[in-house]
């Protein structure tokens, strides 16, 4: 019963063998799973969550269609009462679908701990909001990013303000922040950092060819008034400049270059 509904709604092959594969659905019988999993899919369509939507919280989270729908409104209500609103659930619902599995009590005793690493309670909402999946990261990991990013040279000050306007650095390898901070420094644009967090999420590699390919190809310097030129998405890049990453890439490697790179550059 249950696979034939899921494929009447569209869901794909791969996540209908997703969730049949997940432990806690497997000692489910086919009858209680069919119930839970038709009382969930409209719970969550009347909240407000499109099909799309649904189908990739259910294939990041099965286990979601073993839990009561009555237990998931409880967390839906309890992020209402925090000040978000509908749209802004469903989207961090989408980003972090255990929180569903979560109780209200165990979620404020998250938004707590964080606030014991120096933020406000505002500021823990809004690096909340902005970025759900925070709430499963162990305070040790969060503590840990803050005190890497001091020995890049930020100052407390100049962390928190990063953190807060752009949480998801706090889940990142700190190799990877590293190493585009060491590129970022020798060209002297680590600045954006501050500028524009988000931009350390884009790999080095692709960083560096691109600054290269405007140095070399385009005799131009990208200074911090047009680093918007390489930090952008790749279908954008190629259709305003005509070359694609890959070629870059391949051009400019950046770990075989690196002596180029710092030297030179």
């Known amino acids: 019963m249950t696979r034939e509904f899921l494929e009447k709604l569209k869901f794909p092959e791969k996540t209908i063998t997703r969730i049949f594969n997940n432990e806690d659905v497997k000692e489910c019988s086919d009858e209680t799973l069919y119930k839970h999993t038709k009382e969930n899919i409209k719970g969550f369509s009347e909240y407000g969550f499109p099909i799309k939507d649904i189908i990739i919280i259910i294939n990041k989270n099965p286990r979601c269609l073993t839990i009561k729908f009555s237990s998931i409104l409880d967390v839906l209500n309890y992020l209402e009462t925090l000040g978000y609103d509908k749209h802004k659930i469903t989207k961090m619902i989408k980003l972090c679908p255990k929180l569903l599995e979560r109780n209200i009590e165990s979620i404020k005793k998250r938004l707590?701990?964080?606030?014991?690493?120096?933020?406000?309670?505002?500021?823990?909402?809004?690096?909340?909001?902005?970025?759900?999946?925070?709430?499963?990261?162990?305070?040790?990991?969060?503590?840990?990013?803050?005190k890497d990013l001091q020995t890049l040279g930020y100052t407390e000050e100049e962390i928190h303000y990063i953190t807060v306007k752009f949480s998801q650095i706090l889940t990142s390898s700190f190799e990877r922040i590293s190493s585009m901070y060491e590129f970022l420094k020798s060209v002297n644009l680590e600045k954006i950092v501050l500028q524009t967090p988000s931009n350390v999420m884009q790999s080095v590699k692709k960083t560096y060819a691109r600054y290269m390919y405007f140095k070399e190809e385009k005799e131009e310097i990208i200074t911090l008034e047009s680093t918007a030129k390489i930090f952008t998405s790749s279908k954008r890049f190629q259709n305003r400049f005509g070359v694609s990453d890959e070629y870059l890439l391949n051009k400019y490697p950046y770990i075989e270059n690196r002596e180029r790179k710092i030297n030179n550059v």
Do not use: P
């Not at 014991?116 to 499963?136: N, P």
């Open 112 to 146: 707590k701990d964080i606030e014991t690493l120096g933020y406000t309670r505002e500021e823990v909402l809004k690096m909340f909001g902005d970025f759900s999946a925070i709430e499963e990261l162990s305070l040790n990991k969060l503590s840990q990013m803050q």
